[in-house]
């Protein structure tokens, strides 16, 4: 763990790289605010060495030490590239499916998995959807939909219907698979996107 210290008013801040105890000095005068921005930095600097994508001259361009780095510099810039091209992969596969709306999604995730599926399991997956979760999901984007609205709508199911009578909690359960099964896709999505933007 890097740490914020002080020599003849300013500011450094001091960590480790490679081994190497770096130490670099800023033009920042001791107050808090200014400890709190180079704790930051810091914090930065460190997500940057665990995701192997720290380049050295590029947060410390005046510094003699940079030099030091120059090998591990140039694969980290490549690491770096890389991993924004996966960001962007990633973004606009994001940004493809917040413009689908579940009833689209959903006909097209039957689709393509129904060939695998016996009549019995499609005409129930089929009931599934139609009766149930295209009715209250259908207009939302997919992306849009989040656990507390899976739980939220799940809770309705279990209160009785109009005729008095209430679903099984294993009637509830099927209910639910077809949202189980595709919003992982989202999910998973949205994870990538996140780590590789953290």
């Not at 994508?53 to 003699?64: L, W």
């Not at 009766?131 to 507390?148: C, N, Q, W």
């Amino acid at each position: 763990m890097g740490s914020v210290n002080v020599r003849t008013g300013r500011l450094f801040i001091d960590f480790r790289y490679q081994g190497v105890r770096c130490r670099e000095q800023t033009a920042l005068s001791d107050n808090q605010t200014n400890r709190r921005k180079l704790t930051k930095l810091i914090k930065q600097i460190e997500a940057d060495i665990r995701l192997g994508c720290f380049v050295y001259s590029e947060y410390f361009p005046g510094s003699s030490k940079a030099s030091n780095f120059s090998k591990q510099d140039a694969i980290a810039k490549r690491h770096k590239e890389e991993m924004l091209g996966n960001y962007q992969v990633a973004s606009n596969e994001l940004q493809g499916i917040s413009t689908i709306r579940f009833d689209d999604f959903a006909q097209e995730w039957f689709e393509e998995n129904e060939v695998r599926w016996k009549e019995s399991y499609k005409d129930s997956m089929r009931i599934y959807l139609r009766a149930y979760l295209i009715p209250h999901f259908g207009e939302m984007s997919v992306d849009k939909i989040t656990r507390p609205d899976i739980l939220k709508y799940r809770a309705s199911l279990v209160k009785p219907r109009a005729n008095g009578k209430k679903l099984s909690a294993d009637f509830i359960n099927h209910i639910m698979t077809p949202l189980r099964m595709k919003l992982p896709i989202v999910t998973s999505l949205k994870l990538r996107l996140r780590t590789l933007s953290s």
